[in-house]
């Protein structure tokens, strides 16, 4: 104890001030817990992505290409030729200010150069010294700086800090997306074999079986499977869970997460329960068996050859529309992308409810329809039957994701399946959610262990959101329709707001949902309902 | 006038020098931000840090509450075990209270007369920074335990019940057989 006492006194006279530091110095220190580990060599080179090699950010010498720099710079260039609003993103910023202070890395990290202004900065100098006229002429005075393999370091470093999850482009008076300049960031350092293994491996694997954990055919088969006798355990009900069923009318596409991480399965479970119920004509596919796409957060190039999937198992199987279950990125990539990059898709039919009617106008190019839409949809027009009471252990609040939220504008219709599926149901603080939510800080392939101090700092913007909810109403349940929110919410809560656990709003769905013949005393989680009464009372 | 009525009396001064104190650990436009802003959603460590050491302070003239001052604890040390600091400069704006309350007091302090009473601030303040170092240690903790549920969740379902194909495994620094 007395030595304690001493270090004590020693400990208070610490110089508590950082040291001054310009922020075009680009030295950084890979400190443990805030930084992913490379791509493993094997999988780079199975994508056919060129400089496959071992590569330790930790480590001083990155075994760059001797002529990396040109390499760098040329890509630089075509993607200015090639993307016009990389061009126009890279000369308008106006250094305003406003989007500074609104990305949750800042917000959680305090590190000024996860302002979004300085992140994007981080390019755009070396862009104003090597492309700009006044930069050639007055390099650092301009604003440019020197591409040294420092810059690159502080590139990986920074790059891999941003979630892509466009917050702060909400807020900027010109539209300037730091997402795109990050993705940028990142298709340059691919150029020269710099990447993460969590974006890479489950690309590789994605690539070979359609999704990102490499489960082959049988596998996928089997876990539906599983899932089918899941679900008649705990409902009386055997449903039937078509897979590769040529002719269906509909083809279901979900998260690989889905069917088999927690607790994105109750969700698994609740979409299941829901087609049954409404007899829906569908199958799954064995090789679209992923709606994920970490290509998005590779290059343009990689998430169009692991989208491709899909439209073409559609293909294969002569269906006529399709619905995607509950994931962010996946719907960034359908909503934003796909139509283009794989399109058009005039083999499809346009989406109408078989249930309903309902014309999906919306997705008349894509003709993928989300989930929550179609939900919607069904208890809009009382085509199912609900008892909200089910769900009266969980006080419910939602989290927009990213993806859904600011990326396709998905925002009325989950808060409005959750109004009728829970009686309890508290939004958090309005400037914390829809466009302006905050991110889970794991998005975009950040979401390792290797990395997860730095996803706590992301993640507080939003975990301090969620407890004020809890703290205010007792909300014990987050929703959300991502499979990355899933996934990384969880952690996050666990280490923020304990008392809070994460669910999927299909897995609301799937428990408030009365089947017919249905001998069920438990939800999804089988965990007992809180009321007797709450069994079938017709 | 004895030294507690003095720190209750200049409880917003010591607050707010103790919380510049603390955001200037933080970079420079950082810090400024920290204290500007004042919408707690917004702000969400600025807001924090203020409402937990508000608690803090009232402890440490009041009660030393133990389980108080943990939970007050917590709301700060959470924050800081996970940010760029050091364990010993995550906890030592704890320390940092003596200097501010002198800093304020100033001369209104009298050695003579306070002796008693400044040696006992210092020890519940030095009793508080014992409490910080046990919360930073179980922050830490927790941490690792989120980390291993992590892993263990991500697979749960897969391995117990699934027939996993083939490529499960990832890169850990080192080579890895993908299982290919
Ligand atoms: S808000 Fe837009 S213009 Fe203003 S600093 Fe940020 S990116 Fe630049
Ligand atoms: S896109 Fe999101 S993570 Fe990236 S800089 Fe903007 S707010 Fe931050």
């Not at chain 1, 990142?186 to 969590?198: A, F, N």
Request: a negative charge; charged letters at 30%.
């Amino acid at each position: 104890m007395s030595d304690d006492l001493a270090k004590k006194e020693e400990l208070a006279k610490i110089d508590f001030k950082p040291p001054k530091k310009d922020w075009t110095d680009p030295t950084i220190e890979f400190r443990k817990g805030s930084f992913n580990y490379g791509s493993n060599p094997k999988n780079v080179e199975y994508l056919d992505l060129p400089y496959a090699r071992e590569f330790d950010p930790r480590k001083e010498d990155w075994n760059l290409p001797d002529n990396w720099k040109e390499i760098i710079l040329e890509g630089m260039r075509d993607r200015l030729m090639k993307y016009r609003s990389f061009r126009v993103f890279m000369d308008i910023c106006v250094r305003c200010g406003a989007c500074a202070d609104k990305c949750h890395f800042f917000l959680g990290s305090g590190d000024p150069k996860n302002m979004p202004v300085l992140r994007a900065e981080l390019l755009r100098s070396v862009y104003r010294r090597d492309f700009s006229t006044a930069g050639k002429i007055l390099g650092k005075l301009a604003g440019g700086r020197e591409l040294t393999p420092q810059v690159l370091k502080e590139w990986f470093y920074y790059f891999y800090q941003c979630t892509e999850c466009r917050r702060c482009s909400v807020f900027c008076p010109y539209c300037i997306d730091t997402a795109e300049i990050t993705m940028m960031a990142r298709e340059l350092l691919h150029l020269v074999g710099i990447g993460i293994d969590w974006i890479t491996t489950p690309a590789a694997n994605c690539f070979r079986t359609g999704n990102h954990l490499g489960i082959q055919p049988h596998g996928f088969k089997d876990s539906v499977d599983f899932a089918v006798d899941d679900l008649a355990d705990l409902t009386g009900i055997r449903v039937e869970a078509p897979v590769n069923k040529k002719g269906a009318e509909i083809l279901f596409v979900v998260p690989s997460a889905d069917y088999f991480a927690d607790p994105h399965y109750y969700g698994f479970l609740g979409y299941m329960a829901l087609f049954h119920e409404i007899g829906l004509d569908y199958t799954f596919s064995t090789y679209a068996s992923e709606g994920g796409n970490f290509g998005l957060f590779h290059s343009s190039e990689m998430m169009k050859r692991l989208n491709a999937k899909i439209y073409a198992e559609a293909r294969r199987l002569g269906v006529k529309w399709i619905i995607g279950g509950e994931c962010g990125h996946m719907w960034r990539v359908l909503h934003q992308y796909m139509d283009t990059m794989n399109g058009p898709a005039d083999f499809l039919e346009e989406p109408i409810s078989p249930i309903t009617g309902t014309k999906f106008e919306n997705a008349k190019c894509t003709k993928m329809v989300h989930i929550c839409e179609f939900t919607a949809d069904l208890i809009h027009n009382n085509k199912i039957k609900l008892d909200p009471r089910r769900n009266d252990h969980w006080t419910v609040t939602f989290h927009d994701s990213c993806n859904t939220s600011r990326a396709m504008g998905l925002i009325e219709e989950p808060r409005y399946i959750l109004r009728q599926t829970c009686n309890k149901f508290h939004e958090m603080p309005e400037n914390t959610i829809k466009e302006q939510t905050f991110c889970c800080g794991s998005g975009s392939g950040l979401g390792t262990d290797e990395n997860l101090e730095m996803r706590m700092r992301g993640g507080f913007p939003r975990a301090s959101a969620v407890k004020y909810v809890h703290d205010k109403h007792g909300v014990n349940l987050l929703t959300c329709i991502c499979a990355i929110d899933k996934a990384t919410l969880t952690p996050l809560m666990e280490y923020w707001v304990p008392e809070v656990q994460v669910g999927a709003v299909h897995e609301m769905v799937g428990n408030a949902l009365v089947m017919e013949g249905e001998t069920r005393t438990t939800d999804l989680r089988s965990q007992p309902y809180e009321r007797e009464e709450v069994e079938r009372d017709d | 006038m004895v030294l507690t009525v003095l720190l209750i009396e200049k409880r917003e001064a010591v607050l707010g020098r103790w919380f510049d104190s603390i955001i200037k650990t933080y970079p420079p436009g950082t810090s400024e931000f920290l204290a500007k802003q004042k919408d707690r959603f917004r702000n969400p460590v600025g807001h924090a840090i203020a409402e937990s050491i508000g608690s803090i302070y009232d402890e440490i003239v009041s009660e030393m509450d133990t389980g108080e001052l943990r939970r007050a604890l917590d709301g700060i040390i959470r924050i800081r075990s996970v940010q760029d600091f050091t364990a010993s400069e995550a906890v030592a704006f704890v320390f940092q209270l003596k200097t501010v309350v002198r800093e304020v007091l100033g001369n209104r302090i009298d050695e003579h007369e306070h002796s008693h009473e400044l040696a006992d601030l210092e020890s519940r303040i030095d009793q508080v920074a014992l409490l910080a170092f046990d919360k930073y240690m179980e922050c830490r903790d927790k941490l690792h335990e989120v980390r291993t549920n992590e892993i263990r969740r991500r697979s749960e379902i897969l391995f117990e019940k699934v027939n996993v194909g083939c490529g499960v495994s990832r890169h850990e620094g080192g080579p890895v057989d993908d299982g290919s």
